[in-house]
């Protein structure tokens, strides 16, 4: 049987991520996986997190199981944190799944039980996995413009025209903050077209949470979502991983907002359904431990400045490369590094750059010029600078 199969695409960053371990080279810098990283290289474990386990391990006497959409307490928790408490004729159903991978592939799911030959709107710069996720449901998959490849922001033009093309039954997916790659988010204005375009096509967002908290306070990034949970039907995918540094855990949670009670319950029985035929049963410590810190308020408090402290490195660190790109190639074009937002941006840079950067300087770069702003600190700025002065020259 297994002499049938044949490879399928290797994951571009764990062959850089393999490719970066492998590197002898004393003075590489990582700027690939999109993971954080502290000045150190460490992905600490929050210390909100180390407290509520604490307090979970000492209260806890099973560990049976919950039940197929995981525990109700967090999906409240989660729901609360992203919209705020359910307002009267909001009908919530969700579902906890295993990180915001499958939170993602739980909403596309959903939607192609209710439309089979629905069509998945995706922003031509995107995380990869979402067009990995969407066609290996079997569905049609189309692309809207997001970035505008002179400036690097986004192209609101294209990005409305393509959207006014989706019908009612397809859906659209956005990032709900801290656009991956590209760090360039929807200004409130833009934010309200595109909720205004939904509203006239139909069609229905699928929001990917992945990043909450990395590009302002927890409640000013779920701004776009609130002002999307305006709409009739809405699905998010939120991702505990990086919000609460909970990678390995899977922490995720699917949320529908459904048109009445009839549709929440008919959303609910299909949710169960899809955990039920995948897992079963969600993983729950993960979960467990969010729910803890949320319901806490000395826990959340101190979570949100761990959050807080990062989200500031992050604002050091573009505020550094910036700068330091101005100095070397005597330009303003990067300048946008310091109003985009989150982990990562884009550099107009092309895979035989990457290439180069990696081959003759050691720099580990994703794609065609990813990068992760975690790896730009004040150790590395000026190596990395150097080197994308001399490429971009
Ligand atoms: C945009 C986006 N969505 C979803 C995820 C999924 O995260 P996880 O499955 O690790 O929770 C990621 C992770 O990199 C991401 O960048």
């Given amino acids: 049987m297994f002499e049938r199969l044949t490879p399928t695409d290797p994951d571009a960053i764990l062959a850089l991520m393999q490719a970066f371990q492998a590197d002898p080279r004393p003075g590489k810098v990582d700027l690939g996986i999109g993971v954080w990283r502290d000045a150190d290289g460490r992905t600490p474990v929050f210390s909100a997190v180390k407290r509520a386990e604490k307090r979970i391990w000492k209260r806890q006497e099973t560990k049976t199981y919950v039940s197929f959409r995981g525990d109700a307490a967090f999906h409240e928790a989660v729901s609360n944190l992203l919209l705020g ?52 449901l079997g569905l049609e998959t189309r692309s809207f413009a997001y970035i505008d490849p002179d400036t690097q922001e986004i192209d609101r033009a294209g990005l409305l ?110 949710l169960t359904r899809i955990n039920r035929v995948t897992y079963s049963f969600p993983p729950d410590h993960g979960a467990r431990t969010v729910t803890e ?70 720099i580990y770069i994703v794609g065609a010029g990813r990068i992760n702003m975690a790896g730009v600190t004040e150790e590395t700025c000026a190596t990395v600078a150097d080197a994308l002065a001399t490429v971009l020259r």
């Avoid at 310091?338 to 290439?355: C, D, H, I």
Wanted: hydrophobic share 40%; net charge negative.
């Fill in 85 to 136: 408490p359910a307002t009267d004729g909001q009908w919530r159903a969700a579902s906890a799944t295993t990180g915001g991978t499958s939170a993602v592939q739980t909403a596309l799911t959903l939607a192609r039980a209710a439309h089979p030959d629905l069509r998945v709107w995706i922003p031509a710069e995107t995380w990869p996995n979402h067009w990995v996720l969407a066609r290996s």
């Fill in 161 to 270: 025209r393509d959207l006014d093309r989706a019908q009612a039954g397809d859906v659209v997916l956005l990032h709900a903050c801290c656009h991956n790659p590209t760090g360039a988010d929807p200004d409130a204005e833009l934010q309200a077209a595109i909720v205004a375009s939904l509203a006239r096509t139909g069609a229905v967002p699928v929001i990917d949470c992945a990043y909450l908290g990395f590009g302002a306070t927890p409640e000013e990034d779920s701004a776009f979502l609130r002002r999307l949970s305006t709409l009739p039907e809405v699905l998010i995918a939120f991702s505990g991983s990086k919000s609460f540094g909970l990678y390995r855990e899977r922490v995720g949670l699917c949320l529908a907002l459904a048109d009445g009670p009839q549709a929440r319950d008919v959303v609910e029985n299909h």
């Fill in 293 to 362: 810190i949320l319901g806490d308020q000395t826990l959340r408090t101190e979570w949100q400045d761990e959050l807080g402290s990062i989200r500031d490195a992050i604002t050091t660190h573009r505020a550094r490369l910036s700068e330091a790109l101005r100095m070397r190639l005597n330009t303003d074009r990067f300048d946008r590094l310091t109003r985009q937002k989150g982990m990562f941006a884009m550099l107009p840079l092309g895979e035989a750059r990457v290439a180069e950067l990696r081959n003759a300087h050691g």
